[in-house]
């Protein structure tokens, strides 16, 4: 796992983005794995910023999101699919049909997961993966002791995930759904790379527990230890628990320049 360490998450989305930019100017039909929620709108920003000014094509790319509430239709203003849409999509020049999102609308969830398995197979499989982490080491909707094996599928989530996102449903948890359905981890490791936000001081133990921490069921994100090709890009206040934050940024600015955003 490689830890980047930015002054602050406009820096880092930055960073990422040209990670994302090096991958789809290499292989211009490339398929992203998508994350919602606020940690990645920088780094959207950054990819339209991209296609306005630079011209940056993303007619072949195509995209599969990591998840989305139950019972949410496409048109509701907390779905994903219209995070999305509203959030980059409509912004740059992707066809709207080489974009998915789980159906959380599906009727048969367990078919929708398992064909949305086979989607991203039929695709080639995703070249990069973003990933955000919640304050106790969730990516995607896996929760703490979800399977490292685990595919696409129905979760419940937490009573601390439906506290941090109640912040989206106008602060009332109520109105938050308690099932999702989402990439698994092993969908997630399967990515060929695995580039990772996460901003600010109350991410921090996440991050330190995820990056210095055992890998462990409790902690998801800690599975990332294991993946070939994982970044983490992080602000200063998320890198405050790190043991070796210094040591991190000696690597990282020691690297030639090609390199650091590959």
Known sequence: MEIIIKKDALEGSCAAARVVARLIHEKPNAVLGLATGSTPLLL???????????????????????????????????????????????????????????????????????????????AGGIDLQVL????????????????????????????????????????????????????????????????????????AEAVAATVEGPVASIMPASILQHHPAAKLFIDEAAASQLKLAEYYRWVYDGKPDWQKDA
């Open 132 to 203: 955000g982490i919640g304050s106790d080491g969730h990516v995607g909707f896996n929760e703490p002791t979800s399977s490292f094996a685990s595919r696409t599928r129905i979760k419940t989530l937490t009573r601390q995930t439906v506290a941090d996102n109640a912040r989206f449903f106008d602060g009332d948890e109520s109105k938050v759904p308690h099932h999702c359905i989402t990439m698994g981890i092993g969908t997630i490791m399967d990515a060929r790379m695995n580039l990772m936000l996460a901003f600010g001081a109350n991410k």
């Open 44 to 122: 959207y920003k950054e990819l339209i910023r991209l296609h306005n000014e630079e011209g940056f094509d993303f007619s072949r790319v195509r995209t599969f999101n990591l998840d989305e509430y139950i019972g949410l239709s496409v048109d509701h203003e907390q779905s994903y699919r219209r995070f999305m849409n509203e959030n980059l999509f409509e912004y740059i020049n992707i066809k709207r049909e080489n974009t998915h999102v789980p159906d959380g609308m599906a009727e048969d969830v367990p078919t929708a997961c398992a064909a949305y398995e086979q989607a991203i197979a039929d």
